[in-house]
């Protein structure tokens, strides 16, 4: 029995070799937002929803991130389910007067962050995605004290972005993650995939992506306005209870408790949605005998949704403990990355700076002036970081002579200790 998120991943692993993990969170936030506003945990103290904000964080071009994104997720979605590309704060939410129901994919998130450390025009961007993080019954809105006021009614929103380390770290500051924006995301880490041959598609992919498109939109339209609630049974709550008292207790994760409270949440809406997943999976299978992905291609048009989902829609559906503790081994790791954002903001700014602008590009040395010039500081400052540094034994400085005879020339590195963290 294929679930329908393995239905998601063989239709990912299809398109790339963009790292699974992003596939796992593209195809989870798809069917959690396919649930819709309607659907939640009954958690108290308030009801928990399955709308998700998702960074995919990787190396430009060699992780592939926006593939997940841009080439696999996006096209499956409705069309009316998707938010206006790069919209202002004011577009986003003049869009969703009309259409509150949206997954908004937005570009490189760098801009985002930029305008809200500088205070650009797209700065209440911060203010408006933490309003919505919550699917308020109704939304209003006037941005910058002056002009239209915007209005959303039943708002649910999910949003998605991709970005560099290098620049998501550069436009960081404090009140980012102090103020509660960067933690209701999930920041999803990965390394780049090992380097393949670059593999052919197959003939039939774009039937494959007109069945999956087909059975993603007939979910959209099962679920639309229906309730469906999710309940932990006592085992499981007990599971959850223990999961939460280990984030909140355990020294590791102390700098970082803004974070660990939402991802609290985000680990009952995942558990609700693998649950989903595996239901309609097995309806799928037992009813159409469709159990891999290159059947669903002669057997879409046949399958009757509203019958798969009748008994997710028409009950109290029980979560038991092995889907949470799934859920929390899905985002307890990408805590790890808040981790190392917390490192970086409270290490001193021009330090930080160096670090990730110039000696992150490198794995083991840099040439002084390069690094310097990376750094975008001047020659003083940058001196006084280095001997910091250097102070600290993460680094030493030495000159090393190249080449060979006349074209014999000197030139001063700065080389990575064992130290440097």
């Not at 190396?59 to 991130?65: F, R, V």
Request: glycine share 4%; proline share 5%; charged share 25%.
């Amino acid at each position: 029995m294929s679930s329908l998120l393995d239905l998601y991943l063989e239709y990912h692993k299809l398109r790339t070799i963009s790292p699974t993990t992003y596939g796992l969170h593209m195809g989870v936030q798809l069917i959690g937002h396919a649930l819709g506003r309607e659907a939640y945990n009954n958690v108290a103290p308030r009801a928990v929803r399955h709308n998700s904000y998702i960074c995919l964080l990787g190396q430009s071009s060699k992780s592939m991130k926006s593939t997940a994104q841009e080439d696999v997720q996006i096209p499956l979605i409705p069309k009316l389910n998707i938010g206006p590309r790069s919209a202002s704060p004011e577009g986003l939410l003049s869009y969703m007067n009309q259409l509150p129901h949206i997954i908004q994919p937005l570009g490189e998130f760098s801009n985002y962050l930029r305008n809200i450390k500088d205070g650009g025009y797209m700065s209440p961007f911060k203010e408006l995605a933490n309003d919505l993080w919550g699917c308020p019954i109704d939304y209003s809105k006037r941005l910058r004290n002056e002009g239209e006021s915007y209005y959303v009614w039943h708002p649910y929103l999910s949003l998605n972005t991709t970005c560099t380390p290098e620049e998501f770290i550069a436009n960081l500051k404090p009140e980012t993650v102090q103020g509660g924006f960067l933690p209701r995301w999930l920041l999803v880490y990965e390394e780049p995939p090992k380097r393949e041959k670059r593999k052919i598609l197959p003939m039939d992919i774009d039937e494959v992506e007109k069945a999956m498109t087909h059975l993603i939109h007939s979910l959209y339209k099962a679920f639309v306005g229906q309730k469906v609630i999710f309940q932990c049974d006592e085992e499981a709550l007990t599971t959850y209870d223990d999961i939460c008292i280990e984030l909140e207790t355990n020294d590791k994760y102390q700098n970082v408790q803004p974070f660990v409270k939402r991802y609290e949440n985000y680990i009952l809406a995942y558990a609700d949605i693998l649950y989903v997943s595996d239901v309609i999976g097995s309806k799928l299978s037992e009813l159409y005998k469709l159990n891999e992905l290159s059947k669903l291609i002669t057997i879409y048009k046949d399958i009757n949704i509203p019958k798969v989902v009748h008994n997710i829609i028409n009950s109290i559906n029980s979560i038991n403990s092995a889907y949470v503790n799934k859920a929390a081994s899905i985002i307890t790791p990408i805590l790890d990355y808040s981790i190392h954002i917390s490192q970086y903001l409270n290490e001193d700014w021009y330090i930080a700076k160096v670090k990730n602008r110039s000696l992150s590009k490198f794995a083991d040395r840099c040439d002084w002036s390069t690094c310097l010039r990376n750094s975008g500081l001047d020659s003083k400052k940058f001196g006084e970081v280095i001997l910091t540094l250097v102070k600290r034994e993460e680094i030493t400085v030495d000159i090393i002579e190249q080449g060979e005879g006349q074209s014999k020339k000197q030139t001063q590195f700065i080389i990575k200790t064992p130290k440097y963290i």
